[in-house]
């Protein structure tokens, strides 16, 4: 089973940044794709980022030069860089990973950590 933790979340003001964290345990392979997902308040929740074993990113529109998605395999680490920070990115921040990246962007993942809060004013 693998297990993902995420930390960074808190509030910030418009124009700021934050780095979130997952930290992965179990059987988590350098090859499966990991993604950050989001979830405002009475809202679906939406793929923000993705990479999968080889390094490739994908980003939603929204986030496109503002967010960068990276991992540390060594460290079993997803992280994501949040510049530019707008109040439209407020929402509960979740990490997740999957054997396969069919998925893409869309939250139909296997793996899930408990979300990480995120406001900003």
């Known amino acids: 089973d693998v297990q993902l933790v995420e930390s960074g979340g808190g509030s910030v003001l418009a124009g700021g940044s934050l780095r979130l964290s997952c930290a992965a345990s179990?059987?988590?392979?350098?090859?499966?794709?990991m993604g950050w997902f989001r979830q405002a308040a009475g809202k679906e929740r939406e793929g923000i980022a993705t990479?999968?074993?080889?390094?490739?990113?994908i980003y939603a529109d929204s986030v496109k030069g503002r967010f960068t998605i990276s991992k540390d395999n060594n460290k079993n680490t997803l992280y994501l860089q949040m510049d530019n920070l707008k109040p439209e990115d407020s929402a509960m921040y979740y990490c997740?990973?999957?054997?396969?990246?069919?998925?893409?962007?869309?939250?139909?993942?296997?793996?899930w950590g408990q979300g990480t809060q995120v406001t900003v004013s």
């Open positions: 990479i999968d074993g080889d390094g490739s990113v």
């Open positions: 997740a990973a999957d054997p396969s990246c069919i998925a893409s962007l869309a939250p139909r993942y296997n793996y």
């Open positions: 179990g059987y988590l392979y350098s090859s499966y794709c």
